[in-house]
């Protein structure tokens, strides 16, 4: 569980979750987090076999992928 992360990425990709199609990153829970790149531009998330749940605001956009 990531909850309550708030601030600037270095990067303009601030959420990367890089997993493994053998054992793929399951039940991730994003909750109340906001990041941003640079001066307030917009971040990026990459997700790769990567799945789970978000809940409250969540920026950037989660991008679990339902196909593991």
Do not use: W
């Amino acid at each position: 569980m990531y909850q309550d992360i708030h601030g600037t990425s270095a990067t303009e990709v601030a959420v990367r979750f890089n997993c493994s199609p053998r054992n793929p990153c399951n039940e991730i829970t994003l909750e109340d987090v906001k990041l941003t790149y640079q001066t307030n531009k917009q971040a990026q998330a990459s997700c790769v076999h990567a799945q789970g749940i978000t809940s409250g605001f969540v920026q950037p956009n989660a991008c679990f992928s339902s196909n593991i």
